[in-house]
């Protein structure tokens, strides 16, 4: 078993409250990603868990037993972090041998467990090398391979892509989930990278000043969005969220009027509509909203085209994901509609989604 609960976890430094009553479940061997931006406390959750970091209040729960004031190397628990963390003075093989050593593991079943784990994550024929000797990626493969010799049934990692470049972060990302398959491990890892949360997680937990703000599979964050937050944070690009102005059952953007079938059933407290990229298309003249290219962002299978009402009134240009193959040139007048079920109202208050039934 390898499950994990936190119960109203709350973390404080002096006056200032970090987290406040965090509550969330990672099952066994799920891959859980901790998501938000820099300074929402997912790193000191991380830590929390790791029995790095104290908890104010509250209870951490491993299968169920109260580890919270237990110590770190106690609680089973395996970890990566951003910064490799190896000892420069020891060879590959020496870094990933070193928890065991400690714990005066047998040489025999430390030679067995590399063996195994330098052939799961590719090192063979580096063991002999200092991590001087080393790329950015062949060290997270040491550290993962320390992480995993362990053979602790829960690994934390904490931001173990970021320092390095995109190709090889894609072909980490990979690697790893399909390590965390094959090992039948529990992995709650920590990012501020959504498309490192949507590509690799089972379930994916956002957080917002110290606080959940939406949690569930990837693709329900992305088609079931919370609130104009979890709009703006998940995709590439992210969701348009456009103010509109309510009069009795007319919507308007920027004083133009758009139809919706469900104008009899929102709320006064409306006060923005959120739309994806990918759900707008453009229309035939006086078909839709009128609006102006004002830039392209060519990305080789397809263009972000950024359009302005005429106007000008919204507060950042509307994005479109058009075909490659579009003839729109910066200042040309289009007409955009989108598909009506893809619509989401937001709240004026805590701009929240609003539920229509």
Request: charged fraction near 30%.
């Amino acid at each position: 078993m390898s499950s994990i609960q936190l119960k109203n976890i709350t973390k404080k430094y002096e006056d200032k409250v970090i987290i406040e009553n965090l509550n969330f479940t990672i099952k066994e061997e799920s891959f859980t990603v901790l998501l938000g931006p820099s300074g929402c406390g997912k790193s000191t959750t991380l830590r929390m868990i790791a029995g790095l970091e104290e908890i104010t209040s509250g209870e951490i729960l491993i299968d169920g037993k109260d580890v919270s004031k237990l110590q770190s190397s106690k609680r089973g628990i395996s970890m990566v972090f951003q910064s490799y963390a190896l000892f420069p003075h020891l060879n590959v093989k020496e870094n990933i041998l070193f928890g065991l050593k400690v714990r005066k593991v047998s040489k025999q079943t430390q030679e067995k467990r590399l063996k195994k784990v330098v052939k799961l994550v590719g090192l063979e024929g580096l063991l002999e090398n200092k991590p001087s000797q080393l790329s950015g990626g062949q060290k997270q493969r040491v550290a993962l391979a320390r992480a995993f010799v362990a053979k602790n049934k829960i690994c934390l990692m904490d931001e173990p892509l970021s320092n390095l470049d995109a190709k090889l972060r894609n072909e980490m990302r990979i690697e790893i989930k399909k390590l965390q398959q094959q090992l039948k491990m529990t992995v709650l890892y920590v990012t501020h990278d959504q498309t490192e949360a949507m590509s690799m997680a089972d379930h994916i937990i956002l957080l917002n000043k110290g606080e959940i703000e939406q949690q569930g599979t990837p693709q329900e964050l992305y088609e079931n969005v919370a609130s104009t937050f979890v709009g703006k944070f998940i995709g590439t690009p992210p969701m348009n969220i456009i103010k509109v102005k309510i009069e009795g059952t007319k919507i308007f953007i920027d004083d133009q009027e758009f139809k919706s079938t469900y104008s009899n059933r929102i709320s006064n407290k409306t006060n923005f509509f959120g739309i994806r990229p990918e759900d707008i298309f453009f229309v035939k003249e006086k078909e839709g909203i009128e609006a102006k290219v004002i830039f392209q962002d060519y990305h080789g299978s397809d263009t972000i085209l950024g359009i302005q009402t005429l106007k000008n009134d919204l507060e950042k240009p509307i994005l479109v994901r058009s075909d490659k193959k579009n003839n729109y040139q910066m200042g040309d007048r289009v007409w955009v509609n989108w598909h009506e079920s893809k619509i989401n109202f937001f709240d004026s208050f805590g701009e929240r989604r609003e539920i229509l039934s």
